[in-house]
């Protein structure tokens, strides 16, 4: 059993709305933080947004203000509401736990195989 899967990707138009869910288990959900990351084609992976231990959260500069993060307790849930989405949106979204507090990738320890959100314009 994988310890972080996402689920709720999928194909929207240019303006739309998406929730997506990580589900954690296997691991203590309290104390960890969560990240989302997401690749693009031909470019590298790059930080959106987290919430740490505490549900406190975090932003990219492309993202702050359209999307927010949030993490649900009982369910060992972490969620990723996206509005206003725009084509440059697109790509395989990941998402990553640790215990390091940071928007890089290199100190989250679990990952999710990912799940492929398509805005069209």
């Known amino acids: 059993q994988m310890p972080l899967v996402e689920f709720g990707g999928g194909p929207v138009q240019a303006g739309g709305s998406l929730r997506l869910s990580c589900r954690v288990s296997?691991?203590?959900?309290?104390?960890?933080?969560v990240a989302w990351f997401r690749q693009a084609p031909m470019k590298e992976r790059e930080f959106v947004a987290l919430?740490?231990?505490?549900?406190?959260?975090r932003y990219s500069d492309s993202v702050r203000g359209r999307f927010t993060v949030s993490r649900d307790e009982p369910r060992k849930t972490v969620f990723l509401q996206m509005e206003n989405l725009k084509p440059e949106d697109s790509a395989v979204y990941y998402c990553?736990?640790?215990?390091?507090?940071?928007?890089?990738?290199?100190?989250?320890?679990?990952w999710g195989p990912g799940t492929q959100v398509t805005v069209s314009a």
């Open positions: 919430a740490d231990w505490d549900d406190h959260a």
């Open positions: 296997g691991i203590p959900f309290k104390g960890i933080h």
């Open positions: 990553a736990a640790g215990t390091i507090l940071r928007t890089t990738e290199d100190v989250y320890s679990y």
